[in-house]
């Protein structure tokens, strides 16, 4: 099977890291000028590694503001991870303007969040025009969404697998070594795990990839073909 897909959007540093964007790509001062601007209706909250948030409760809609940790965001129907997330991040956009529940975050580590209620989001966006900022965040996530979709699209179940390890290891180090991979992979897919097992298995024994106990600690090198 040829990979050149991976190639393309993968390219492995001089640590093994795959790099999807480069840092400089996320908004980053677009998301610091809402949070500048909402800093009179935040409030601060801290969550454990493992717990479920949801965007709607107590009657409410609300956006959050991720300043530390790390978290995904899964789909609704079946729990499926379609992405991960660092802070600094801003979640409810979607939300607000397709209000369709189809989401929810979890957290994969410790993290603090801003909450914000959706009318105090709306009234200040526009009473400060941060209008084009929203923008840049949503175009970004677009982007990121398009690119994880290119990944798993149209590519058989050996390119996925590759997909994904470069992914993994693209993560920040504590989440990497403490996650196993074909864990990592399935949340993440809808491969079966002995369909990805067979595939990791071949990838050991081949030397392309360093797995200790089900974490991944080098990719060495991706075959094209499998």
Known sequence: ??????????TLGKRNSATLFNKDDKPIEHILAIKHALMPYGKKCSFPAGKKIRLFHNGIRHWFLLQSGEMSACRDSDGLKIANFREPSLAGIAETFFPKELIFFLAE????????????????LARENLWQNLVHIQAYVIQVLSIRDRLLSGND??????NHLLMLMN????????????????????????????????????????????????????????
Do not use: W
């Not at 099977?1 to 993968?10: A, K, R, Y």
């Not at 179940?157 to 590759?162: F, G, L, N, R, S």
């Open 1 to 10: 099977h040829d990979i050149m897909e991976t190639d393309v959007l993968f």
């Open 109 to 124: 580590s410790p993290v603090e969040l801003v909450m914000y209620q959706e009318s105090d989001v709306l009234e200040t």
């Open 157 to 162: 179940a050996y390119e996925v697998v590759c």
């Open 171 to 226: 993560e920040k180090e504590a989440f990497r070594l403490s996650t196993t991979v074909p864990r990592y992979i399935q949340q993440r897919t809808q491969l079966s795990r002995s369909g990805i097992m067979k595939i990791l298995s071949d990838l050991r024994k081949g030397d392309y990839i360093t797995v200790e106990k089900g974490i991944l600690l080098a990719v060495n090198r991706l075959p094209k073909r499998y």
